[in-house]
C-alpha cells in the first residue's frame, strides 16, 4: 500500500531564507508526482508536476526534484516571502488512477 | 474559466439529515474527483469518474455515501443519513485528461474551494 510522508510537519523560516521540503513513498511505481498549495480555509493548487521519467522541475522560485529509485521529493523555494505560508502538499498519482497526498507541511514565513 | 465550482461553500446540518454536495468541474475535462479533508486523516480519494462513469469507488467510507455524474458539467455527493464523523472539507477536483500518447502520464487536477460541512 502506497504511503506518503512529509517532513517537517511544520517550519517557520525569516523571510529571505532558502527552504527545502521533503517528501517520501514507499511504493516506487509511480505515474507522477505533484506539489500542491493548500491556503486556509480555500482549495489546493498546483505547483508543480513530475512525470515519473523526469528529475526535476522548475517555476519561478521553486524547483522540485524526483528521485524514484529511492521513493523521495524535495521541494525547493529561494528566497521565501511572507507570502509562502501555506501548507505544501506531496501527491503520488499511482496505478488505478490513484492519487494519495501526505499530510503536509505547514509552513510560516515571518516578515 | 471559472475554475471547479461547488456548492455549498458551507453546510451545518443535524445528524440524520440528508446532505448533497455539488460540483460542476471545469469544461472539457474527462476526470472529476471527491475528496474529503479531515485534521485526522488528511486529504482521502472517495471517488473519481472518467467520462461521467465511476471508476472507482473504494474510498467511499460506507453506503450512506452516494456520487452521480448525470452529464459532463454536473456531480453529486449525497450522505445519507449524515451523522457527526462525516464533518469535514469535501473537494472536487477535475483533470483533462490521465493517458497521453498510450502511456499513463497523469496531468494537474484543479481543485474546487470546497464545501465545509458539520454535522451536529
Known amino acids: 500500500k502506497q504511503e506518503v510522508t512529509q517532513i517537517p510537519a511544520a517550519l517557520s523560516v525569516p523571510e529571505g531564507e532558502n527552504l527545502v521540503l521533503n517528501c517520501s513513498f514507499t511504493?516506487?511505481?509511480?505515474?507522477?508526482l505533484q506539489w500542491f498549495r493548500q491556503d486556509p480555509g480555500k482549495g489546493l493548487t498546483s505547483l508543480l508536476l513530475?512525470?515519473?521519467?523526469?528529475r526535476e522541475q522548475t517555476s519561478g522560485r521553486l524547483n522540485a526534484s524526483l528521485d524514484k529509485s529511492s521513493g523521495r521529493s524535495t521541494l525547493y523555494i529561494a528566497a521565501s516571502q511572507p507570502g509562502d505560508s501555506a501548507t505544501y502538499l506531496c501527491?503520488?498519482?499511482?496505478?488505478?488512477?490513484?492519487?494519495?497526498f501526505g499530510a503536509g507541511t505547514r509552513l510560516f514565513v515571518k516578515a | 474559466d471559472a475554475g471547479v465550482i461547488q456548492s455549498p461553500r458551507h453546510e451545518v446540518t443535524e445528524m440524520g439529515q440528508e446532505v448533497t454536495l455539488r460540483c460542476k468541474p471545469i469544461?472539457?475535462?474527462?476526470?472529476l474527483f471527491w475528496y474529503r479533508q479531515t485534521m485526522m486523516r488528511g486529504l482521502e480519494l472517495l471517488i473519481y469518474?472518467?467520462?461521467?462513469?465511476?471508476?472507482?469507488d473504494s474510498g467511499m467510507p460506507e453506503d450512506r455515501f452516494s456520487a452521480k455524474m448525470p452529464n459532463a458539467s454536473f456531480s453529486t455527493l449525497k450522505i445519507q443519513p449524515s451523522e457527526p464523523r462525516d464533518s469535514a472539507v469535501y473537494f472536487c477536483?477535475?483533470?483533462?485528461?490521465?493517458?497521453?500518447?498510450?502511456?499513463?502520464?497523469?496531468?494537474?487536477?484543479?481543485f474546487g474551494p470546497g464545501t465545509r460541512l458539520l454535522v451536529l
Open positions: 513530475i512525470q515519473s521519467s523526469q
Open positions: 477536483a477535475s483533470s483533462p485528461r490521465l493517458v497521453a500518447g498510450g502511456r499513463e502520464s497523469g496531468e494537474t487536477q484543479y
Open positions: 501527491a503520488v498519482f499511482t496505478g488505478g488512477f490513484k492519487t494519495i
Open positions: 469518474f472518467n467520462n461521467n462513469v465511476p471508476i472507482d
Open positions: 469544461s472539457g475535462h474527462d476526470y
Open positions: 511504493d516506487s511505481a509511480i505515474y507522477n
